[in-house]
């Protein structure tokens, strides 16, 4: 079965609701339609019910669940929630109500946090930065984790690497200039959110643009101190580098490049050194290689809020809608 299908299988068996800020956006209302007619996820969405509904104009969301901030009796208790939580930094209950009020993205967030919502979606109009900062700041990392970071699942068309052309990139979205101890957490981290979802065993490569010690240079050097540590901190795991991508995906390649590596040749969840690495590399793959792309999906948080990129279709949109309500099953 694809990816895909399996996640939708697993999302429909305890189905949780996703709440869609950003409402008014036809790309987000159509996966809307799609998730409730499927019976895949319940569907929250967010704001002033005419507005959206006449965005939607000729879908059906009947049965999607329409929360305007400004008619939601709960407000005053998301209010003091937000202040209890953020007081420290400032927050006042005026600027809590404001915030609330006016950027669906925090109101989002807030309703997963209260558990009115099992996880959020968004990214398909705001940046990465403006998705990702209310969940950091309200939901905060999960138990045993203080690195939060993000991967996609790329499904790569008539591929043989990785998992039968399935693989996890990390991290492409979030982290943006990860030490040696950020790259090995990241390590371990996606090593687990892929034995997760796609259900196959990791094997994990750190990727440099050197293998095994044929090219110096500090850049090198951060990957191969992150390797010992990965290998230090994740021994259940299989991981490996630091390696180029042939050599980390290619089995003959592999095996020339670092003869004796368990790992070369075969990874399936691929390390990048930065984010520039790491988010033209995806973008390279889904484009020229027509790969699905689902994310920037988040690992480390305390409760599941994903991301998408701005040039997202809906069928991404559904993707990472179900791949949350899997998170969310996972984290109960
Ligand atoms: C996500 C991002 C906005 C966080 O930035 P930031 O400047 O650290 O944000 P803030 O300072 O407002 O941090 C918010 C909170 O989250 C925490 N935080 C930030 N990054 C974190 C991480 N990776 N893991 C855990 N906590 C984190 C901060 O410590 C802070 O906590 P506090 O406010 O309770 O003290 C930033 O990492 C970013 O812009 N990343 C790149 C996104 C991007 O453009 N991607 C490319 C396209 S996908
Ligand atoms: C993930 C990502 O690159 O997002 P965007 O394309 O919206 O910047």
């Known amino acids: 079965m694809k990816f895909i299908d ?84 400032g927050m006042t209950p005026e600027s809590a109500r404001k915030i609330l009020s006016t950027d669906p993205l925090f109101f989002g967030v807030m309703m997963v946090k209260q558990g009115d919502a099992d996880g959020m979606v968004a990214g398909a109009v705001n940046s990465t930065a403006n998705v990702l900062r209310p969940s950091l700041q309200i939901l905060k990392t999960a138990p045993g984790t203080k690195l939060v970071s993000s991967f996609f699942v790329m499904v790569v068309p008539d591929c043989t690497y990785g998992s039968n052309g399935t693989f996890i990139f990390s991290d492409a979205g979030l982290v943006q200039n990860p030490s040696a101890e950020e790259l090995a957490s990241i390590a371990g981290s996606s090593a687990k959110s892929f034995k997760a979802l796609v259900g196959d065993e990791p094997i994990v490569g750190m990727l440099s643009h050197s293998t095994k010690g044929s090219a110096t240079h500090p850049d090198v050097d951060k990957v191969v101190e992150a390797t010992k540590l990965a290998q230090e901190q994740y021994p259940e795991f ?26 070369a040749g075969n990874v399936n969840v691929l390390i990048f050194p930065d984010l520039d690495a790491g988010n033209i590399g995806y973008k390279l793959v889904q484009r020229l290689a027509k790969a699905e792309a689902y994310g920037p999906i988040t690992q480390g948080i305390a409760k599941p809020v994903n991301d998408l990129s701005r040039g997202c279709t809906a069928e991404d949109i559904v993707g990472v809608a179900v791949i949350t309500a899997v998170q969310a099953q996972n984290m109960k």
């Open 6 to 89: 399996a996640i939708k299988e697993r999302a429909k068996q305890n189905k949780q609701t996703i709440v869609l800020p950003e409402s008014l956006e036809r790309r987000t209302l159509d996966a809307a339609c799609t998730l409730l007619s499927e019976e895949l996820v319940d569907v929250v969405l967010v704001g002033e019910r005419e507005a959206i509904l006449k965005a939607g104009e000729g879908l059906d969301l009947g049965k999607a669940k329409i929360v305007d901030p400004a008619t939601f009796e709960g407000m005053d208790q998301y209010v003091a929630e937000l202040v209890k939580l953020r007081e420290k930094k």
């Open 238 to 263: 299989k991981i490996d580098g630091e390696f180029q991508l042939d050599a980390a995906i290619v089995p003959s390649v592999g095996q020339s490049k670092a003869p004796g590596s368990p790992v």
